[in-house]
Structure formats: C-alpha cells, structure tokens
Antibody
Framework: EVQLVESGGGLVQPGGSLRLSCAAS????????MSWVRQAPGKGLEWVSL???????DYADSVKGRFTISRDNSKNTLYLQMNSLRAEDTAMYYC????????????WGQGTLVTVSS | QSALTQPPSASGSPGQSVTISCTGTSSDVGGYNYVSWYQQHPGKAPKLMIYDVSKRPSGVPDRFSGSKSGNTASLTVSGLQAEDEADYYCSSYEGSNSLLFGGGTKLTVL
C-alpha cells in the first residue's frame, strides 16, 4: 500500500529555516517523480517543487532560490529545505507522488503545517 | 504565472449533473493535454479524479468525466451524490517545467 507521511512543520520566525520530510512506503521515491504542493489557510493549492527520477529539480518562481527539494534513497524519504521564510509561506505542505504523466499526483500525504510568524 | 480561472461555486441537486470550468490560456490549458482535477473534502488531502484531460484513475466512479475545448477544461459530475460535495481544483502544465492550479470551486449538493 502506498503511503506518504510528512513531518517537520511548525512555527518559525520570518527569515528562519525549516526542513520538511516525507517518508514514503509501498514504492521507491527514486523511481518516480515527486512534488511538494502547499495550501495557505482557506486558500487554493499551489505547486511548489518537483524532483525528477534522474534527480533534476524544478521550482515555482515564488520559492526559487529559497527552497531546495531533495531525496534520500536509502531512507526512501523526500525533503524540502525551506530558507528565508516569509509570512506568505505559511501553509499546509503536502508531498505528492506523480502519476503516469508527471504533472498529475495520484497519492498525497496528510500534510504538515508551516506557520511563519514573529 | 496567474492561477487558472474557476467559478468560486457550483451546485446541483442529487441525481443532477454539474459542470465546473477551468479557463487558462494557450500557454497552459490550451497548449498541453496535462489537465488534472482534484477533489478535496474539508481537512483532507486532495484526491486525483481526472488526469491528462479525461482519464480516470482506478477507483474513481465513471460519474466523473473530463474534457477540454480550446483554453477551457471542464469537469462534469453526473448523478450527483451527497458525498460529491467538496472543493474541486483543476491543474495544468504551463511549460518550462511548472504547474498551475485553479483557484478552486466549492461544489454544493442541494
């Protein structure tokens, strides 16, 4: 059974850093494209970042240069390193597994909440 | 990178059909067949309902269907049921390895 479990969210001050984790089971993260998608409170979904099977990475303009997506194949875990956090980064962060075409997501975690506030 | 345009709300009675639109441009919805639709119940993670414009993942009822014409994609829910009440989001590849979501539509079953 495919499962994604996020962790690492919490309260952080503006300008601070946080690393999110997404532990996967039922498949290997290195064999498929994986993404992070966020949702600000009461708002819609926003794609954040994608890591390709080969390790290439892509980012939304809103986080480029501040966030880094990575994975640890030995731990079957996806990460999102978030630096220089801003109030507008406050959101529920979901990790999601890409389906056949890598711009759709067939499995999602339950999300981890990041709050950026002083 | 403007969000795709969805109506904020839609509604229908049980058994009826409802269609939700998702309007973009020739650079996203109109330019690629990578439109997806997600259902999200309150406090839950999104669930994939349609991908690649009109394909249905296994386990999704065939009451849900997707289509596209020009720069506008549509999700149709036929035979509305109470459990269909949720928020629905469309997404589209927009080139340059980037993805856009719509603003979401709240579907109410009357």
């Amino acid at each position: 059974e495919v499962q994604l479990v996020e962790s690492g969210g919490g309260l952080v001050q503006p300008g601070g850093s946080l690393r999110l984790s997404c532990a996967a089971s039922g498949f290997t993260v290195s064999s498929i494209y994986m993404s992070w998608v966020r949702q600000a409170p009461g708002k819609g979904l926003e794609w954040v970042s994608l890591i390709h099977r080969g390790g290439n990475t892509d980012y939304a303009d809103s986080v480029k240069g501040r966030f880094t997506i990575s994975r640890d194949n030995s731990k079957n875990t996806l990460y999102l390193q978030m630096n220089s956090l801003r109030a507008e980064d406050t959101a529920m962060y979901y990790c999601a597994r890409s389906c056949g075409g890598y711009w759709c997501f067939d499995y999602w975690g339950q999300g981890t909440l990041v709050t950026v506030s002083s | 990178q403007s969000a795709l345009t969805q109506p904020p709300s839609a509604s229908g009675s049980p058994g009826q059909s409802v269609t939700i639109s998702c309007t973009g441009t020739s650079s996203d919805v109109g330019g690629y067949n990578y439109v997806s639709w997600y259902q999200q119940h309150p406090g839950k993670a999104p669930k994939l309902m349609i991908y690649d414009v009109s394909k249905r993942p296994s386990g999704v009822p065939d009451r849900f269907s997707g289509s596209k014409s020009g720069n506008t994609a549509s999700l149709t829910v036929s035979g509305l049921q109470a459990e269909d009440e949720a928020d629905y989001y469309c997404s589209s590849y927009e080139g340059s390895n980037s993805l856009l979501f719509g603003g979401g539509t709240k579907l109410t079953v009357l």
